[in-house]
């Protein structure tokens, strides 16, 4: 009866795992920063489209607004955007405003004190005037809060929500990964 065996070359294998453990930790970072950055753009696209105003409502009527929220443009939803910036140690998500963006974005995002008010005829559709909303100062009321899209509040909502299911995902990818060797 033998009283010993031998085992020989595990030690490579080893080490040629362990190589490759930055790599693979760094590639499946950056696919969940890809699906962290489009959950919170259909976030953001998503609360947008629930933004809708009185005012945007009746310049949607009159065929001033192209779609449902606040859009008369498209400039503001197209600027919803992501993008993973990556390295040896770090891998960060960046969501948000982040093509094209105007000044007035932030007013949206965040809401403003509004002393505008529109024109609105006998029936009360928003009256237009080459094109644009026949719009004047309500010196009479004050000014009248317009309440932010808040968009980016749900992105970060929708990411802190899905972060647990993405954590263990990951996690399992990354091992299974290991565990066969790349």
């Known amino acids: 009866m033998a009283k010993y065996f031998v085992v020989s070359g595990f030690r490579q294998e080893l080490s040629d795992r362990l190589d490759a453990v930055p790599h693979i930790i760094q590639e499946e970072s950056e696919a969940m920063g890809e699906e962290i950055g489009e959950i919170g753009v259909e976030a953001m696209v998503g609360q947008f489209l629930l933004?809708?105003?009185?005012f945007s409502r009746a310049a949607q009527a009159v065929g001033l607004n192209i779609g449902p929220g606040r859009q008369r443009t498209g400039r503001l939803l197209s600027s919803y955007d992501f993008r993973v910036e990556s390295g040896p140690s770090l891998t960060r998500v960046v969501v948000g405003y982040l093509n094209n963006f105007q000044d007035y974005f932030m007013f949206q995002e965040?809401?403003?004190e509004n002393v505008w008010r529109g024109s609105y005829d006998a029936q009360?559709?928003?009256r237009l005037e080459g094109g644009t909303p026949r719009v004047f100062v309500d010196t009479e009321n004050g000014p009248k809060e317009t309440e932010g899209i808040f968009a980016?509040?749900?992105a970060?909502?929708?990411i802190e929500m899905e972060m647990p299911r993405l954590?263990?995902?990951y996690k399992t990818r990354i091992t299974k990964r290991i565990n066969r060797g790349g």
Do not use: P
């Open 167 to 169: 954590i263990k995902k």
């Open 51 to 54: 933004s809708e105003t009185d």
């Open 156 to 158: 970060r909502n929708a």
């Open 124 to 126: 009360g559709r928003l």
């Open 152 to 154: 980016l509040v749900a």
């Open 110 to 112: 965040q809401g403003y």
